[in-house]
């Protein structure tokens, strides 16, 4: 189980423990930690510059001209992004750093003007794909400050060995909950929205193997009772898919996820928070708005999120619409 350090802290305040402590807790608990990783390690040398001043490199179109405060003063900067803002901030890496990847910046002269560093995208930094423009950073920060720190990145990820009997620390929460001491503060919980005033409604009925909320739009079946007791659902109306909020990413990453889309993330982020697996289909893709939950039939394939229509065996618990496979349970 893959935690993120910063993340467990967050969920309890209380625990008071260097990563060092806690593993050594974790240890007498039952649960050591086969590996650790310090996400911060390759953002060592990068820092927080702001952008003093832009304007278009006079012998390059797509070139622009900056002065970066940064931790050693002004120093010119040659920018290949088109989106350079005056007066914002920017992960900076200067002349001598080194990025995660290993290249090392130095001083060069670009088209006539001589370049003193580096602003940095997500992709150089290897936070995320983004690499159509450098990363801007929102809110008020300290030109020359450490990055890692002022992005909240400075975090380590611990990879924890989880014995079969111990299924209550497969989330954050869980793991949290050994860690903290006894009468000390409390866990923090996420707050749900609840009545309607939260603009939440649901509305549903149960009978053993069925469930049909005409009201919500979806059908629940399950044919294999012994091997699935219970399949909830709800439909969320109004969604656009995009790209999730950063700290969200960050979060992700950090607990060794690899960020898809605001939907998909949420869905991931809700399982490694409270260790509540979940699973978000489009509504309109589901045949006859049916999920059927229940083992795959002879001959069956599943088509992944690579594309790849791969063969599934009939003692696999599969979750179909009603038509086809849409994901193993």
Aim: glycine share 12%; with cysteine.
């Amino acid at each position: 189980m893959k935690v993120s350090y910063r993340w467990l802290c967050d969920v309890a305040p209380g625990i008071g423990l260097t990563v060092d402590e806690a593993m050594a807790r974790l240890a007498l608990r039952g649960a050591p930690v086969e590996e650790v990783e310090d996400l911060a390690a390759g953002l060592r040398d990068i820092v927080v510059g702001q952008v003093l001043d832009a304007r278009p490199h006079p012998n390059a179109d797509r070139l622009t001209l900056c002065r970066v405060l940064g931790p050693d003063g002004e120093v010119p900067v040659v920018c290949g992004a088109p989106d350079v803002r005056s007066g914002s901030f920017y992960p900076f890496a200067p002349v001598g750093a080194k990025l995660p990847g290993g290249f090392r910046i130095g001083k060069r002269k670009i088209r006539g003007h001589f370049s003193q560093g580096m602003l940095c995208s997500e992709r150089e930094l290897e936070l995320g794909d983004d690499q159509a423009g450098i990363m801007l950073l929102k809110g008020d920060y300290e030109a020359g400050a450490p990055f890692a720190p002022a992005a909240e990145l400075d975090d380590h990820r611990l990879d924890v060995e989880v014995t079969p009997n111990r299924g209550d620390l497969l989330s954050h929460v869980g793991i949290a909950r050994e860690l903290h001491p006894v009468g000390q503060g409390g866990i923090v919980l996420p707050a749900f929205p609840t009545g309607a005033g939260a603009g939440v409604g649901l509305e549903s009925s149960f009978a053993r193997g069925s469930s049909d909320s005409a009201s919500a739009g979806v059908r629940i079946r399950i044919e294999d009772p012994e091997l699935c007791s219970r399949y909830l659902g709800a439909v969320i109306r109004g969604v656009t898919v995009g790209p999730s909020p950063r700290w969200l990413a960050n979060r992700l990453r950090a607990a060794g996820q690899r960020p898809i889309n605001n939907v998909v993330d949420a869905t991931n982020y809700v399982m490694l928070e409270l260790g509540q697996p979940l699973h978000a289909f489009d509504l309109h893709r589901l045949a006859d708005a049916t999920i059927v939950v229940g083992r795959a039939r002879p001959g069956e394939t599943l088509v992944t999120l690579d594309g790849e229509a791969r063969p599934i065996t009939s003692e696999m618990l599969m979750i179909r619409d009603a038509d086809r496979p849409v994901a193993i349970a």
